[in-house]
Each structure stands twice: as C-alpha cells, then as structure tokens.
C-alpha cells in the first residue's frame, strides 16, 4: 500500500479521517465550490512561485501516471544543468511525495523549499516537510537544507507584474518548527498498520474535527445534537463541555445553579429552559439610538491570496458587491439599492461612489459586524485617498446590529451562534434562505468569479447575477425586519415597514 503526502498529512490529523479516505472515500461530503476555489488559489500561488526558480523543470505526469513522474525526476536529478524541479515525485517506504520546488545548490545537493498560500507559518507545516524529508533522503536525495516559502502579507502590488522577490517571504525552518525523523517514521508505521486493520480505527470527535482544517467526513462523525445539547451555548469552551459530559450531563436544563458560566452562556440557559426569547432592560435603550433616515447595508467581498489590483495585498478584500435598503422617515416606503461588479475590472471605485449615493445623509446605517464594514471602509480609504471625508461620515452612522443582539437578545433557536442567519431565522418564523442560488459568503465569492470569467456563458452569467443580488438583499432585508420584530417586542413605534414592496433605485 502506498500513502500519498496529502494522505500522510490527513492521518496526522486523525486517522480516522485518513481511514476513510482511502477505503470509504464515498462517506466524503462532496466537494464544495468555494473549496475547489481554495484548492485553485493554492495551485496558483505555486505557479508563480516557480518564477522565482527561473530555468526550473517541472515533472508534468498527473496523479494518474506517478510512476512516470518518478522515472522522470529521476533523470531530472541527475542531470546537472537543471537548476530546479517542480513537483518532484519520489518514493520511499510505502510514502510518495511531490515536493514543490527542488532547488539544487551543488551539482549534487539540493534544497527542499514548501510552498504556502498563507501569510505565516503554521505548526502542522512541520509534518509536511517532515515526511518529505524523509522521502527524498530515503530515495537518495543529499538534502543541503529546506526552506518554507510563503507569502509576504506587506508586499504592495503595483498593478503590473509580481515581483516574486518581494511577494513571497522565504524562511529557514528553527529546530522548533521541524519534526524528526524518528517521529515521522513512527508516524508512518502507523497510518500503514491502521490501513491494514479491517475496520476504522475508534477516534473520538473533538477538535481535530475542524483543526487544522474541516475534516470532510465530520458530519459522519459528529451527527446533529439536540437542541439543548450544551455544546450548544455561545462560545463554549471545550473544557467546560468535557467536564459537564463527565458528569453525566447532556442537556442544558440539568446544569447546575453554581456551573461556572458566562453572563452570555447564563442568559442562554435561561432561554432554552424557559422555551422563550430573553430580551434584556436595556435593548429600549440602543434601540432608541437610530436615527431616520435609516440604511440597512452588506458587503460582499473576496480575499484573494494573490492581489488582483494596484495597492492591494495578498488577501486584502476586493469589494465587489453591496446592497441597501432604505428608509427615508417613519412609515416611508423601503427603497432598495444595489451594487454588484459584472467585470473582472477593479470594482473598487464603483463600488464606492456607488455606495455613497445609496447611504447619503442617512441618520444611521444598519451593520451585522461593524468590524467586518468598517475595515473594508477602511481599505476602501486607504486606496482613494479623495474619498476619505465621505468614507468617514458612513463609519460614524454605522449601528452594528450583532452587537446589540450579543448583548440584550438570545433566542433558544440561536443554538449558540449568533450569525445573521440563525438570529433571522430563529427571530422571523417566515424568513428563510432557503432556495436561494448563494446561501452564504464563500459561494457569494465563487459565484462572482464564475460571473466575471470571460468563459461563462450569457445564460449562466443572468442565473449567477440574480442570485448573487437575490442573496445580498436577503441579508439587508433580514437587518430591517429584525430591527422590526426587536422594537415591536419592545413596544417602540416608527418601525421600519419591511413588508413594504422595495423599489429598485
């Protein structure tokens, strides 16, 4: 049996999950469309990173023809004109491997460089130059030292060319960022004994589920809770949940008084016990703050590794997409507004002097994570300079409704999240995403790069583009309808009428 690195890595992780993969990989959840795009993003970030290598060779054979890719860069290694090899294919011990750059320092030395798409190093990375290492010392290779390369998250795009000197940062791995020999091997035996055994190994769920990434096989393994469940509360700490299972508590309704909780978790006990939502003394208060005209807004942005624009970053947000609802007064009707880039041109300037109209001279501007609107504004101003007085009079009427929910209002249906989705839903009986062609914000960033690739079809590009708008305005009209259900709960007047048919301004 052969492990591939990618396998190796997963079993790492949990050799469950490794498990599965190679003898039920049909339990898979499938693959989604903003995975794909991660995947992609990854591959290519190693493209341009070979420019850095230049005169490098890369070993072509796919996944359906690695013996091929061993043979090749086997003649590859031996030949002492050729500076680097990309996707390097070796075997040893059961373990293949593609290493992402070879680069040689002598006529026979090489060094070993892993290629990231992230901005820094992380500990699992260890495992993955470990088990290379391994491989190519095992295959013969004289290894003269390995390096990690990633992306430099301050170099500035000037809207040209990558200058791959400056984008990427390459760093000598400390003792305390590798993993011995002697350990990977260990690890190896193993996954390879694991393997052999007729039946998966017995792992217990925990947070090797979503750590350092979301297992594919998680919801075999983590079936749905009941609702009480006391995983359950708001930002509970694994600790606190293991000691309450030891005990032979499940439910929420058996903690007891004196458990160690937040004022949030405490709050949330509460409501589930009681079946009812607890709105606190002071929601009245905050709620009395807005002001008329009021704007109800959301952003749609993506976060390419690579920047797309002048003065951009690696995973700086590119702005494409916004909608609003608005209402002039009391009893006014609700007018919607929007903005959604439909070319693969910089959507930054649109998108700004767009926004401005929509949001001008309003008295507050409904957020859900004024955090998240607040630093793309920030972006925004950063990049257009001539535009930061408007940029700042929209920051200073931002009203961060999660905010305000966090702190006065839990719902049992909450089930611990507090994400505009499950608040919406759990507050408007009515309300639902269901049916729509974007259910959230990572497909939102996939579908638009389906939109804005010149190879889409006029057909597909009208389905994506209605249901990238649909999708945000689904938000903004959840923002006013529960600012509506909260100050009706409250009995406050001059609530915002949602159920008034928009207008498209």
């Known amino acids: 049996m052969r492990v591939s690195k990618s396998k190796f890595i997963a079993g790492v992780q949990c050799l469950k999950r490794l498990y599965f993969q190679v003898h039920r990989p049909e339990m898979a959840a499938g693959s989604s469309e903003a995975t794909e795009a991660i995947m992609e993003q990854g591959h290519q970030v190693g493209l341009v990173a070979q420019k850095a290598?230049?005169?490098?060779?890369?070993?072509?054979?796919?996944?359906?023809?690695l013996d091929d890719a061993v043979r090749t860069t086997r003649e590859l290694v031996v030949n002492a004109e050729v500076p680097a090899i990309f996707e390097a294919t070796f075997e040893y011990g059961g373990v293949l491997v593609r290493t992402d750059v070879?680069?040689?320092?002598?006529?026979?030395?090489?060094?070993?460089?892993?290629?990231?798409?992230?901005?820094?190093p992380k500990p699992h990375y260890a495992y993955d130059i470990g088990i290379q290492k391994r491989v190519l010392s095992g295959a013969g290779v004289n290894l003269e030292g390995t390096r990690l390369m990633y992306l430099n998250r301050e170099y500035v795009f000037d809207g040209q060319e990558y200058d791959v000197s400056r984008l990427f940062t390459i760093d000598e791995l400390t003792r305390e960022q590798t993993?011995?020999?002697a350990q990977i091997s260990s690890r190896v035996d193993q996954q390879l004994r694991v393997l052999g055994q007729p039946t998966p190994p017995d792992v217990k769920s925990g947070k090797?589920?979503?750590?350092?990434?979301?297992?594919?096989?998680?919801?075999?393994?983590?079936?749905?809770?009941?609702?009480?469940?006391?995983?359950?509360?708001?930002r509970m700490r694994t600790e606190n949940v293991d000691d309450l299972l030891a005990s032979g508590i499940m439910s929420v309704h058996q903690i007891p008084d004196d458990f160690l909780l937040t004022a949030t978790q405490r709050r949330a006990v509460d409501a589930v016990k009681s079946g009812k939502m607890w709105i606190g003394p002071e929601l009245t208060g905050e709620l009395t703050t807005l002001r008329f005209p009021i704007c109800f807004m959301d952003f749609e942005t993506i976060f390419p590794a690579l920047p797309r624009f002048a003065g951009m970053r690696p995973y700086d947000h590119v702005p494409f997409q916004w909608s609003v609802h608005r209402q002039e007064r009391t009893g006014a009707p609700m007018m919607r507004y929007d903005f959604l880039a439909e070319s693969a041109s910089d959507p930054r300037i649109p998108f700004l002097e767009s926004l401005c109209q929509a949001v001008k001279a309003a008295g507050s501007i409904v957020v859900?994570?004024?955090?998240?609107?607040?630093?793309?504004?920030?972006?925004?101003?950063?990049?257009?300079?001539?535009?930061?007085?408007?940029?700042?009079?929209?920051?200073?009427?931002?009203?961060?409704?999660?905010?305000?929910?966090?702190?006065?209002?839990?719902?049992?249906?909450?089930?611990?999240?507090?994400?505009l989705k499950r608040v919406a839903v759990a507050i408007l009986p009515d309300m639902n995403y269901d049916g729509l062609g974007v259910t959230d914000g990572n497909q939102a960033g996939a579908a638009w790069g389906r939109l804005v690739d010149a190879a889409t079809g006029a057909?597909?590009?009208?389905?994506?583009?209605?249901?990238?708008?649909?999708?945000?305005?689904?938000?903004?009209?959840?923002?006013?309808?529960?600012?509506?259900?909260l100050r009706g709960g409250v009995g406050l007047t001059g609530v915002p009428t949602a159920t008034v048919k928009s207008e498209t301004a």
């Open 53 to 65: 290598f230049p005169g490098g060779v890369l070993v072509a054979a796919d996944h359906e023809h």
């Open 102 to 120: 070879l680069e040689r320092r002598s006529r026979a030395g090489y060094r070993l460089i892993e290629v990231k798409s992230a901005t820094s």
């Open 179 to 181: 993993i011995s020999d």
């Open 208 to 234: 090797q589920c979503i750590e350092p990434v979301l297992c594919e096989f998680y919801e075999h393994c983590n079936p749905d809770l009941p609702s009480d469940h006391v995983s359950l509360l708001p």
């Open 368 to 419: 859900y994570n004024q955090g998240f609107e607040a630093s793309r504004l920030d972006d925004l101003a950063r990049w257009l300079p001539e535009h930061r007085s408007e940029i700042a009079e929209i920051k200073a009427r931002l009203w961060d409704l999660l905010a305000v929910i966090r702190r006065n209002v839990y719902h049992p249906a909450f089930g611990g999240s507090f994400s």
């Open 459 to 485: 057909e597909e590009k009208t389905q994506l583009k209605r249901a990238l708008l649909q999708y945000c305005r689904q938000d903004t009209i959840a923002l006013a309808r529960i600012v509506e259900a």
